[in-house]
């Protein structure tokens, strides 16, 4: 796949995933934290996720299912439904066109593990998964979602997997009790007023039967550094993250969450709405339950996660299904900061930031010339023509640069 054309007609899927909708009035900028001070018990880690999060969040599981013990899906569909194609991602994965079968997906599934691209699908045996689409939610058809619950059936075991398809006249949001736009609505912020509790309903099928939640603290919804963990543009340097009182310096460990947000709700359009209204935090507080919220940037894919393969650095690839995509490795990062497992090869990026002139970036490796133009090794970020100007690239090990305004 062309990494170029896939930019290039993006904004026909972001507009169709989440169309409109200013921002919401929300708190000031929060306490920043740092993820290594956090106590994390490493066998309870689970991840869901709307929309585009939902898509992301299979992706994720099934990447690295031995880290991920549980996930829920939110208005997205089975793993690999894209096969690394926008027009098949807003074509048969959200409207129409045939679907790739249970049996193909799960063929991909055991390839993809095979060749040593992501971790064996034995790891999701027994895993528990909560799986939602609203009725009214004509975004993401029914049908990918349908597929989604297939796969995880043959993967998980059809006793693991709760089926929630089309029972609730829902738009394309996230259904909560009391927060958001009309039920039945798919607007901004995409978060519905259901008198339907999706996230307290999905993180009890994972867990098990919860204490019943407990007033959310907002001071206890803090900011932490993604920059040191990713290496993509495609992602903000901020991200969201709920510590109850009990999770704060406590001796016992708690458990985590990942909650990837859908298009348009990242913090550049949303600042802390999904964070702080998706319904989460309330259940987290009273469950020892630590919830993630990973940002992604708003340019230029209007927040979306990428699952059809718009950040991959390579052509005709799939990495963005497996442990090579960066999104995948970001949300890596993330749990192996909080577990204290970090690594080389997964834990924070060993980055290191110029600020030199173009000529220079190219002649050290950290940026390419051809037809007259400088682009950043890696994430092929557009430097100028200039062999004069000076550019500022955040790099990691990988040989990945990425333009920043400037080196702090």
């Not at 609203?134 to 995880?152: L, M, P």
Request: charged share 15%.
């Amino acid at each position: 796949m062309n990494r170029f054309m896939t930019l290039k007609g993006a904004v026909v899927l972001t507009s169709t995933l989440a169309a409109g909708g200013a921002g919401l009035a929300v708190s000031p900028g929060q306490e920043s934290i740092d993820l290594r001070s956090l106590n994390v018990d490493v066998a309870q880690i689970s991840i869901s996720g709307l929309s585009s999060g939902a898509f992301a969040a299979m992706q994720a599981h099934v990447a690295y299912s031995k880290t991920f013990m549980g996930a829920g899906l939110v208005a997205g569909g089975p793993y690999g439904c894209a096969e690394g194609s926008l027009t098949q991602a807003a074509g048969r994965c959200m409207s129409q066109g045939d679907l790739p079968d249970a049996d193909a997906i799960v063929r991909l599934t055991q390839a993809m593990a095979d060749a040593g691209k992501i971790d064996n699908v034995a790891f999701l045996r027994d895993d528990r998964v909560w799986i939602f689409h609203g009725k009214s939610d004509h975004r993401v058809r029914s049908s990918s979602s349908q597929r989604a619950a297939e796969v995880y059936q043959r993967l998980s075991g059809t006793q693991n997997v709760s089926v929630n398809i089309d029972l609730v006249d829902a738009g394309h949001a996230m259904p909560t009790q009391n927060f958001g736009a009309d039920c039945t609505h798919s607007d901004s912020p995409y978060i519905g007023d259901c008198q339907y509790d999706a996230a307290g309903l999905l993180l009890n099928h994972i867990y098990g039967s919860l204490s019943p939640p407990a007033s959310e603290k907002p001071e206890n919804l803090l900011t932490f550094d993604q920059s040191l963990l990713s290496y993509s543009q495609y992602l903000d340097e901020t991200g969201y993250i709920y510590v109850p009182d009990a999770c704060r310096g406590a001796q016992a460990a708690c458990r985590v969450h990942i909650a990837l947000h859908g298009c348009k709700q990242n913090r550049s359009t949303l600042q802390d709405t999904f964070a702080r209204h998706a319904g989460y935090n309330a259940w987290a507080e009273s469950n020892r339950i630590i919830v993630v919220y990973p940002q992604t940037s708003n340019e230029p894919m209007n927040g979306c996660w990428d699952w059809w393969g718009y950040a991959d650095t390579g052509h005709d690839t799939l990495d963005y299904l497996t442990q090579q995509g960066p999104q995948m490795q970001f949300i890596k990062r993330i749990v192996d900061r909080l577990t204290g497992e970090e690594t080389n090869g997964s834990g924070s990026v060993a980055a290191a930031c110029y600020r030199e002139e173009n000529l220079s970036h190219s002649l050290a490796g950290r940026a390419q010339y051809f037809w007259g133009l400088y682009y950043a090794v890696g994430s092929m970020d557009y430097l100028g023509f200039s062999p004069s100007h000076r550019t500022s690239l955040r790099c990691d090990k990988k040989d990945y640069c990425r333009s920043i305004n400037t080196c702090i």
